[in-house]
Structures are given as C-alpha cells and as structure tokens.
C-alpha cells in the first residue's frame, strides 16, 4: 500500500522488514510503529481470510492503532497514517536516556525492587511485567532483581525510549 502523504515515509516496509540486523532499522521509533502496524494489520487480514473475525476487540499502546483496524473503525490506509505520524511523534522524544525492560515476576514482586526514575510501564501477563524509565536506573533495577531472583526471565527491550512512564508519558495512538 502506498501511502498519499504531504510527507510520506522515504523507505520501503517489505525492505525495511528484509534488511540485515546490522542494517535494520527496526529500533528506530518512525520505522516500528508502521511496521508493528503492518505486521498487526497482515495478522488480522490472515485471520479474517480464515473465517477468523472478532467479536471485540482491544488494544495496548501502538496495538490500539490495530484493534481499531480490527473492528473496522478505520481503515488498513488510515491506519498505517495513524502509526506513521505516531512514529513521527515519538521520534520527538527519543533522548536515548530511556530504556524498557521485560521481567518474569508479577506486579507485586517487582515493586520492592523499584527506585526512583523506575516504574511498571504495563503488565501484558500475569507473570511479567515491563519495566520503563532511565535507562541508567533501569539497569541497576534489573541486576538487583537478578541477584535476588536467580533464573527470572529477563530481557532488555529494545527502545530508546521509555515508553509509558513518567519520563515519556506517551502513551497511545488513540487516546
């Protein structure tokens, strides 16, 4: 789909989705929101094409941009604009400061290990909770939950920003 913009993308999605780890630009905020709204779009027109249709649909953060795709709010069109521009937005914000990290403990175990500049960004489970703030912090956040927690999934995300924190408070396309 090619997009009818005043300022459209100047890369392509199937080879930005192509390229290399070394030369991708996936952690970049204006390459993933159109392409995490590709992917999600691809899904949804899959599922729909096996008979596969929802009843309700919700979403989280760049998700919601895909559930309203989903109920048929809007377009497939409108919504690669919608995740472009928000792209474009959290783009602004990318200071390089903030990091977010995936924990395999529950809401109540992580707060205890929470310091100032840290918080629970969401809970997408039970069992794991994203971490989101300074990056600095964050990182002495998560040594400590490993050395009280030996074998906890852990892993970095891969962002510069901190999404849904107070450092970068940004958080939904639709709200």
């Known amino acids: 789909m090619i997009l009818e913009m005043e300022d459209p993308p100047s890369w392509n999605l199937k080879e930005e989705l192509l390229k290399p780890a070394e030369t991708?630009?996936?952690?970049?905020?204006?390459?993933?929101?159109?392409?995490?709204?590709a992917i999600q779009i691809a899904?949804?027109?899959l599922l729909a094409a096996l008979g596969v249709v929802p009843d309700a649909v919700i979403g989280f953060s760049s998700g919601e941009i895909a559930a309203a795709y989903a109920s048929r709010a809007i377009t497939a069109k409108e919504a690669m604009i919608a995740a472009y521009?928000?792209?474009q937005v959290v783009k602004q914000l990318d200071d390089s400061k903030g990091g977010m990290?995936?924990?395999?403990?529950?809401?109540?175990?992580?707060?205890?290990?929470l310091k100032p500049g840290i918080m629970v960004g969401c809970q997408p489970c039970p069992r794991v909770v994203v971490l989101s703030g300074d990056k600095n912090v964050l990182d002495?956040?998560?040594?400590?939950?490993?050395?009280?927690?030996?074998?906890?999934?852990?892993?970095?995300?891969?962002?510069?920003?901190?999404?849904?924190?107070?450092?970068?408070p940004y958080p939904s396309a639709m709200s």
């Open 24 to 37: 991708s630009n996936v952690e970049k905020p204006e390459y993933i929101q159109p392409l995490l709204a």
């Open 43 to 45: 899904l949804v027109n």
């Open 85 to 87: 521009y928000r792209g």
């Open 101 to 113: 990290a995936a924990v395999g403990l529950d809401n109540d175990q992580v707060l205890p290990f």
């Open 140 to 168: 002495v956040v998560c040594e400590d939950i490993k050395k009280a927690n030996s074998g906890v999934y852990y892993r970095k995300l891969s962002s510069s920003i901190a999404y849904h924190s107070r450092k970068h």
